[in-house]
């Protein structure tokens, strides 16, 4: 099942009722709690398994905000300019990215596609070391007590 080009984008209506719902599910829901669902009539309760309330909890948090989102699976395969646009780059710098190696992907014709669990884990890294360059340079400033 492919949910790249299917964005749900949620009414007012919609977010206002996923917020309600996320607020009930958070103040009756402990980790250790069992829920269930049951339809009409003499339908047998199904218990929800604990992923998915993690899942739906994350989703309707969002959907509560108004924010348009999409589904997808960690091994989706994205295009260039899909994967620049998560990255918040442009395509000629995530091909210059592409080209060095640092994320995988896979050529097919003259398009590249990566992988959604690549592009994501090549994101963390780059956060990482940019926090660990900011903390080196906070530690550098107390050194010279340059007052940060």
Request: aromatic content about 4%; overall charge negative.
């Amino acid at each position: 099942m492919e949910f790249v080009d299917e964005t749900f984008v949620p009414s007012e209506k919609d977010a206002e009722k996923a917020m309600a719902f996320s607020q009930a599910l958070a103040s009756g829901v402990s980790p250790d709690s069992r829920l269930t669902l049951q339809g009409e009539g003499n339908v047998e309760a199904v218990e929800i398994p604990h992923a998915v309330v993690t899942v739906l909890t994350k989703v309707l948090s969002v959907m509560s905000e108004g924010k348009p989102f999409k589904l997808m699976s960690m091994d989706e395969e994205l295009t260039n300019q899909q994967a620049a646009d998560i990255l918040n780059v442009s395509k000629s710098y995530l091909d210059q990215v592409l080209d060095s190696g640092d994320i995988c992907h896979r050529k097919v014709g003259q398009n590249r596609l990566i992988k959604l669990i690549d592009l994501l884990e090549y994101k963390k890294r780059q956060e990482r070391c940019s926090k660990d360059a900011l903390q080196e340079l906070a530690d550098e400033a107390q050194v010279l007590n340059s007052g940060y």
